[in-house]
T-cell receptor, first 113, second 116 residues
Framework: AQSVTQLGSHVSVSEGALVLLRCNYS??????LFWYVQYPNQGLQLLLK??????LVKGINGFEAEFKKSETSFHLTKPSAHMSDAAEYFC???????????FGKGTRLHILP | DTGVSQDPRHKITKRGQNVTFRCDPI?????LYWYRQTLGQGPEFLTY????????KSRLLSDRFSAERPKGSFSTLEIQRTEQGDSAMYLC??????????????FGPGTRLTVL
């Protein structure tokens, strides 16, 4: 069964510092992987997706993630945090392109001034 | 606005009452998904439709839950005899399942249910 594990339910970084949110996946076949962001009182927004093309995926708002099959990881990074990045981030996986999405438990990102 | 819309945005009900939520997908999207998100957790899949056909239901969807998508357009999710454990955010998403590439699921703002 496919699943994702997000390490750290809360992560705090200083404004301007590197953001690193960790995600490991479990899947028996090459998966589709995603990062979603959820701002307070708003719906889920897709940040980026991996669909078996380039292993380094660039998304919106300066975020990127690298698919590492050997480590079964799909960590999310941003070189310089901004106050507006404070939100809940979800790593997610699906095995088939139109199938249900399996989400991790989420990581709340706090940005310190 | 041509995004996914959900109604109501908030619903407070007493235990034992029935509630119904509505989701309007993006126009011409043939797939519609329902997810549930409880506090501190990620969204969990409930069910999905392709057009009017309900193709999969999660074991989370007990007999008290029923979802429909008449005519393959909007969808309703009904919860009968609500329990406090049903308190959650109910999310709807839609996509256009076509072609050979991945089709993004677009999420609505959700309906927050509170059962007292």
């Amino acid at each position: 069964a496919q699943s994702v594990t997000q390490l750290g339910s809360h992560v705090s970084v200083s404004e301007g510092a590197l953001v690193l949110l960790r995600c490991n996946y479990s899947s028996s076949v090459p998966p589709y992987l995603f990062w979603y962001v959820q701002y307070p009182n708003q719906g889920l927004q897709l940040l980026l997706k991996y669909t078996s093309a380039a292993t380094l995926v660039k998304g919106i708002n300066g975020f990127e993630a690298e698919f590492k099959k050997s480590e079964t990881s799909f960590h999310l990074t941003k070189p310089s945090a901004h106050m507006s990045d404070a939100a809940e981030y979800f790593c997610a996986v699906t095995q088939n392109r139109d199938d249900k999405i399996i989400f991790g438990k989420g990581t709340r990102l706090h940005i310190l001034p | 606005d041509t995004g996914v819309s959900q109604d109501p945005r908030h619903k407070i009900t007493k235990r034992g009452q029935n509630v119904t939520f509505r989701c309007d997908p993006i126009s011409e999207h043939n797939r519609l998904y329902w997810y549930r998100q409880t506090l501190g957790q990620g969204p969990e899949f409930l069910t999905y439709f392709q057009n009017e056909a309900q193709l999969e239901k999660s074991r989370l969807l007990s007999d008290r839950f029923s979802a429909e998508r008449p005519k393959g357009s909007f969808s309703t999710l009904e919860i009968q005899r609500t329990e406090q454990g049903d308190s959650a955010m109910y999310l709807c998403a839609s996509s256009s399942a076509s072609g050979s590439s991945y089709n993004e699921q677009f999420f609505g703002p959700g309906t927050r249910l509170t059962v007292l």
